[in-house]
């Protein structure tokens, strides 16, 4: 699995050097060139996303004891990739010093007061934008945690009903035990009953004949 990663680390390094030197190459240029090469850098920007992504869930399938390590790596490539991004951002409307002061001769200082304007406006729009994806995946990963936890509820309440079912079950048998072992003791009191009477009987024959016996003498 870290094999993977450090895959994925050494195409970070080779695309971010690439991207590295276009943009140092970006305000040099002008018209088409230029247009090109800011296309091109997007392109492989995007494709630095990709593989951010992909160390991402390459980091989740790591064990947590080893996790922390790649955990801060991964860290710094996405700040590498935000610096980036604004140097990116600068250099497509940024100008070399002869086309500059070709192009606004003495209102190169109000350019670069607009420049510095719109520079500000794109960071805070790019802060807007990083907020609004936190908080989509922070609600993704709420949901995650919300469905695992109604799962769990669910397959609790299935336990709970078997245990519940099974006690029935229990309550029913020992209701069934209870009666038998009452219709036995009743049966034992009753056969005892007779065996009192019976002896009495018997007795009071003896009795009875010895009585008469010694009577007739």
Known sequence: MSSDFEAYELDFSTLTAEITNKIGRIPKLGGEEKTQLVLNVDKQLEEVRELLEQMDLEVREIPIQSRGMYNSRLKSYKQEIEKLEKDFKRSRI?????????????????SESQRAHLLDNTERLE???????????????????????????????????????????????????????????RRIIQNRVLVFILGAIILLTIVLAIYFNFRGH
Do not use: H, P
Request: aromatic residues 2%; negative net charge.
């Open 127 to 185: 802060r807007s934008s990083r907020r609004l994806e936190a908080g989509y995946q922070i609600a993704v990963e709420t949901e995650q945690v919300g469905q695992e936890i109604l799962s769990n509820l669910n397959s609790d309440r299935e336990k709970i009903q078997r245990s519940r079912d099974r006690l029935r079950e229990t309550d029913a048998n020992l209701g069934k035990s209870s009666r038998i072992l009452t219709g036995m003791l």
């Open 94 to 110: 940024a100008y070399s010093d002869e086309v500059r002061n070709e192009l606004l001769g003495d209102d190169a200082s109000s």
